[in-house]
């Protein structure tokens, strides 16, 4: 399965719960989630709650990356495939390709018939 399939299948699946679903949501938030949500904070000029739950930590690190204009790290992985597919796909194929010239002072070391040693 490629990247793109396993990403398209994820957009459909459970693999991206609502925070308020999660088993452990209510728990204090990560170290992680601690230092980049007080990065974000910071950046937007928000005030900082060190006081969130796992799940209010991750619903509010979604908002302030849309209002900072930063991306998921998903996001930023998909947005580099797609922009390797397209550059792939401007670039001609191995058969449209002309092939290296030779520079002028390059042997040739095929040799004509009958001039063989």
Same mark, same amino acid.
């Given at each position: 399965m490629t990247d793109k399939q396993l990403q398209?299948?994820?957009?459909t699946s459970n693999m991206k719960k609502d925070p308020?679903?999660?088993?452990?949501g209510d728990e204090p938030m990560t170290g992680a989630q601690k230092s980049y949500l007080k990065t974000l904070s910071e950046e937007a000029h928000e005030p900082f709650d060190e006081a969130l739950?796992?799940?209010a930590a991750s619903s509010r690190i979604e908002e302030l990356q849309a209002s900072t204009g930063r991306k998921p790290p998903q996001q930023?992985?998909?947005q580099s495939a797609e922009q *390797?597919?397209?550059q792939s796909a401007q670039q001609? !194929?191995?058969?449209? &390709?002309?092939?290296?010239?030779? *520079?002028a002072g390059a042997?040739?070391?095929?040799? !004509?018939?009958?001039? &063989?040693?």
């Open positions: 398209d299948q994820a957009e308020a679903d999660w088993v452990t739950s796992k799940g930023v992985a998909q *390797s597919a397209q001609p !194929a191995a058969e449209e &390709r002309q092939p290296p010239s030779r *520079s042997k040739s070391t095929s040799t !004509a018939k009958g001039n &063989r040693a």
